[in-house]
């Protein structure tokens, strides 16, 4: 219900911005509007969610959320709206949906039952992006009905409803034992996770590509509408509704088609999809041609977005999802903001069709790009903690400030193993980095060739704890691997404090 007030406010303040300001550079700037706040406030965003109750970070972002709409509906209604104040109130609330959106999908992962995770993500994957669609459809029946100002006030009835859904949710489940991350540590620490995991930067890379190129057809479908068909808002809404049929079609049918087709297919397909949509949006001008265009554009979106969220959430360890999930919604609201911006300077030198038309052309060509690194849906082992409770390894009490501490394991690898040895010490490498390490180094011994160790630096003992926590289930299976390599039994970990 969140998800698609926000968009039914986003397509409301659209559509007004065509009656208040004609220009498509000012009607592209409501899409800014809306995504620039997840662009600068993202991975704020998702440490708070991490850091703090999700519960209470959801009630304070509807609260506020309810009071711009507030804010928006009074001159909306008197007739006293301008284009700035537009803008700047659809900001207001692009705003609150940011500081929101990765506490919504952490929040839903949280109350997961055991085993249930990935389905979870998959339902909190799939939401938002129905939303992105089907809240804009609703929106424009609405405005054919009763006109932007009433759908400004459904929107306030919305948030009003969300806020009383709110108030039944429990707190959130208990968190592990070691105390939370201060704030600017916690932002290092998602920037570093995202860093050193190869899966996480593939895809990020195809949303970044993706979005900015894509927004262009969101950015102008007004424009499409009013100009080039002659349509009313109903009209507008027709097509809006037909992109929203087919985002449902593809949310019902996505599971099934993870089971048949390799990820790389759908991506591919979907983005190859979603160009010729593009393209063709400046080409037709029959109104039942693109209605049917868009079942298949809406398709495609879903497609796309929904396999490539997913495959970021299932590959991200739990500790730090609500983190990666806010860099996420960062790199898709920033191409979305500066999409606006960009297709909105073209659509005024190029014209609408001409600007769709080379909208089109990068986003194919960006999805064969794409070919190169095929992605894979991660197991719940990549992202579930594992199992047992702290190291107890010291036979002494250590300050939890006390480092920076040097950590060194030893191995003993048989001459014949040596390079399974290290091509398995690299994967352990980006594990120890991901989770807090710096200055990985693994030494061969001069006078004992035989011998091999593993040396990292984190920054504190609390750290090193930390590290520990955030261990998945896949990093304790990689660390039983090379620790198998050892020939000579009893060799646990030394540490040092590094004296400055």
């Known amino acids: 219900m969140a998800n698609l007030a926000v968009w039914m406010q986003n397509i409301g303040a659209a559509w007004m911005m065509t009656e208040l300001a004609g220009s498509p550079l ?3 700037l409501v899409q800014t509007a809306m ?5 600068l406030l993202g991975l704020p965003s998702g440490v708070i969610a991490d850091l703090m109750d999700k519960r209470r970070l959801l009630l304070a972002t509807q609260w506020l959320a309810l009071f711009a709409m507030l804010l928006l509906c009074i001159p909306a209604l008197t007739g006293r709206l301008g284009p700035w104040s537009l803008l700047l109130y659809t900001f207001a609330l692009g705003t609150t949906s940011a500081l929101s959106m990765s506490a919504w999908l952490a929040c839903t992962i949280d109350r997961a039952p055991e085993g249930q995770v990935a389905a979870a993500i998959a339902l909190g994957t799939v939401s938002p992006n129905i939303a992105r669609v089907v809240g804009p459809a609703l929106a424009g029946a609405l405005i054919a009905k009763a006109g932007a100002p009433m759908l400004f006030v459904v929107v306030c009835g919305s948030f009003a409803a969300v806020l009383a859904l709110l108030g039944r949710l429990h707190a959130d489940p208990r968190r592990g034992g070691l105390p939370t ?6 932002i290092f620490s998602g920037l570093r996770y995202v860093r050193h995991s190869c899966a996480l930067r593939r895809a990020l890379a195809k949303v970044t590509v993706f979005s900015t190129a894509g927004s262009a057809l969101w950015a102008l479908l007004p424009l499409i509408a009013r100009e080039r068909l002659q349509l009313g808002a109903d009209g507008y809404g027709v097509l809006l509704g037909c992109l929203g049929s087919g985002a449902v079609i593809s949310a019902l049918t996505l599971p099934g088609l993870y089971k048949r ?4 297919r759908l991506i591919l397909g979907g983005g190859l999809m979603f160009a010729l949509v593009t393209l063709l949006s400046g080409v037709l001008s029959n109104l039942p041609a693109l209605c049917l265009l868009y079942v298949f554009g809406g398709m495609a979106w879903m497609a796309v977005n929904t396999t490539l969220t997913t495959v970021i959430q299932t590959s991200t360890a739990m500790w730090v999802k609500a983190r990666v999930g806010s860099i996420y919604l960062m790199v898709v609201m920033g191409g979305m903001a500066l999409g606006g911006v960009l297709w909105g300077l073209l659509a005024a030198r190029l014209g609408v069709v001409g600007t ?3 909208a089109g052309i990068v986003i194919a060509t960006g999805s064969m790009l794409s070919l190169r690194h095929p992605l894979k849906l991660g197991q719940e082992s990549d992202f579930g903690q594992r199992p047992g409770g702290l190291p107890t390894l010291l036979p002494t009490t250590v300050e ?3 480092g920076p501490v040097c950590v060194e394991i030893s191995y003993i690898v048989l001459p014949e193993l040596r390079e399974d040895f290290l091509g398995l010490a690299r994967a352990i490498e980006n594990v120890r980095r991901r989770n807090g ?19 990292f630096v984190v920054a504190s003992w609390m750290d090193y704890l930390r590290q520990h926590e955030r261990s998945t289930h896949a990093d304790a299976i990689l660390e039983t691997r090379l620790a198998a390599f050892n020939t000579t039994s009893g060799m646990l970990p030394s540490f040092y404090v590094i004296e400055r």
């Open 181 to 186: 991350e201060r704030f600017l540590p916690a």
């Open 26 to 28: 000012m009607v592209a």
């Open 356 to 358: 769709l038309i080379l």
């Open 35 to 39: 995504a620039l706040p997840a662009f």
């Open 437 to 455: 390490a710096s200055d990985w180094r693994l030494l061969r011994h001069l006078a004992c060739p035989e011998r091999y160790t593993e040396r």
């Open 261 to 264: 087709h390799p990820l790389q």
């Open 400 to 402: 939890s400030n006390c």
